[in-house]
């Protein structure tokens, strides 16, 4: 099954998902706190956005690590990673910490190990010394799947004290490589410049990408020119081509936002929909307009990765789209318009 078709499968859901209105806090908490597991799920997002104590005290109350549906506590837990709220990492490390106890015993289920990078995920936008602490421990977990979420929120967190052990993953070669080198670009701490610059040479195209990116956070010219010049890359490289316009549009160049969009434009393009979910992941705002633009695609497919990346953007302009797009032609188009609108707070 191609990717297409996994996108495609995944985000057919909740279909039936009524037309949205801003609602009040009041009311949203009262649906969240009577809400049953499906329900919680959709609203969970909503209710991170609010940011406030009694947001997180909702969240909280509904979180059973022990006796919870694992995809609800999931949800649940992406809410208080969206709320950045420190008083959150306590009960998040309980939560750690059991599943840490399970895993010593025995192979986890998968939802309950996708629930532990989660909960890694939640703690580095909470922050905190316990988050901090939990996050340095976790880069030496037997799982891979866990080391790169702990890795991406030292990353996230800018923990200085953990650039040589990010140096030394960086070398390691695969995806964890990768975000090693990610997280040493958001610390920006020069001790890993001689890591990058070995990076730029390192044969996993994918690496040297990410290398260069580093390398131009800090203000390396060479190595923006360097990055500039994988936009360039041979057809059977795009994807090469889409990390480095990615990179490039988090550093708010504006080539990296054009090669995105060139490459959604591409009629039956393979490509056009990563390149979508890559404008999405920028956290650019200009990012918002390309995606309005590519609304008008005859592609599904693309599409719903536009009322995704639209979802995780957020902003006036993406949340008048996201309105049009719940009436889209497609039912997997206007589940995934619903579930972004939700996310952004627009719910029933």
């Known amino acids: 099954m191609n990717f297409r078709c996994v996108l495609a499968t995944g985000l057919t859901v909740a279909i039936a998902l009524p ?42 109350a509904a979180l059973d690590f022990k006796k919870g549906n694992p995809r609800e ?25 059991y599943l840490r106890t399970l895993a010593m015993a025995g192979d986890l289920p998968a939802p309950l190990v996708h629930l532990r990078g989660r909960i890694l995920d939640a703690l580095s936008r909470c922050g905190g010394e316990q988050a901090t602490a939990i996050l340095s ?14 890795v991406r929120g030292l990353g996230r967190l800018q923990v200085k004290d953990a650039v040589p052990a990010l140096q030394l993953l960086a070398t390691q070669g695969g995806s964890t490589a990768r975000a090693a080198v990610e997280a040493l670009a958001e610390i920006g701490d020069k001790r890993a410049i001689s890591t990058l610059e070995q990076g730029l040479v390192n044969p996993d195209k994918f690496i040297e990408v990410a290398a260069a990116y580093a390398l131009a956070k800090l203000d390396d010219k060479k190595a923006l020119a360097q990055l500039e010049s994988f936009l360039k890359a041979d057809p059977g490289e795009e994807k090469v081509g889409i990390l480095a316009a990615y990179y490039l549009a988090k550093l708010d160049r504006s080539s990296g936002l054009q090669h995105l969009e060139k490459q959604m434009k591409k009629k039956d393009s393979a490509f056009s929909v990563i390149a979508a979910d890559s404008l999405g992941k920028s ?22 990765s536009v009322a995704r990346s639209l979802g995780l ?15 889209d032609s497609n039912a997997g188009v206007r589940s995934a318009a619903l579930m972004s609108l939700i996310a952004l707070g627009e719910v029933d």
Do not use: C, H, Y
């Open 73 to 97: 506590s999931a949800a649940i837990v992406d809410a208080l990673g969206l709320s950045q709220d420190p008083r959150a990492a306590s009960d998040l490390a309980v939560g750690w910490d």
């Open 137 to 150: 421990e976790a880069v030496n977990d037997k799982d891979p799947r866990v080391v790169e979420e702990a």
């Open 283 to 304: 956290e650019n705002p200009r990012a918002v307009l390309p995606l309005v633009e590519a609304m008008q695609s005859e592609d599904s497919l693309l599409r719903l």
């Open 313 to 327: 953007l957020g902003g006036t302009r993406a949340l008048s789209a996201l309105k049009k797009l719940r009436d």
């Open 19 to 60: 037309v949205t209105a801003k609602i009040r806090e009041k009311d949203l908490l009262a649906q969240f706190a009577m809400a049953k597991s499906a329900d919680r799920i959709r609203l969970a997002p909503a209710v991170g956005r609010l940011k406030n104590k009694a947001a997180v005290g909702a969240l909280l």
